[in-house]
């Protein structure tokens, strides 16, 4: 059973900081090409950062180019992200995902930025 299990969000004054885990099972983590996402209520869901499956190519959403940075260790089957500089347009609920399967949701990780 493909399990994702998303943690380390919580409520963050703009310019802060959190870093975000992803525990993953139930497939073969090192050959998938992983991805971030993230949804604001009544919001389209929004691809944030994508990452292959060495973890040396990594791509960003411009609106958060230079702020957020993605990383994976396949040894433990973990995928990162690391946000700095947040903003409170960055407040909403992340979800990591595999690339190419994108059927089964896990429960996310809500991030609040506010004052």
């Known amino acids: 059973q493909v399990q994702l299990v998303e943690s380390g969000g919580g409520l963050a004054q703009p310019g802060g900081s959190l870093r975000l885990s992803c525990a993953a099972s139930?497939?073969?983590?090192?050959?998938?090409?992983m991805r971030w996402y993230r949804q604001a209520p009544g919001k389209e869901r929004e691809l944030v950062a994508t990452?292959?499956?060495?973890?040396?190519?990594?791509d960003y959403a411009d609106s958060v180019k230079g702020r957020f940075s993605i990383s994976r260790d396949n040894a433990k089957r973990m995928v990162y992200l690391q946000m700095n500089s947040l903003k409170p347009e960055d407040t909403a609920v992340y979800y990591c995902?595999?690339?190419?399967?994108?059927?089964?949701w896990g429960q996310g990780t809500q991030v609040t930025v506010s004052s």
């Open positions: 995902q595999r690339s190419l399967y994108r059927d089964y």
């Open positions: 990452i292959d499956t060495t973890g040396r190519r990594r």
């Open positions: 139930g497939f073969f983590f090192s050959t998938m090409e």
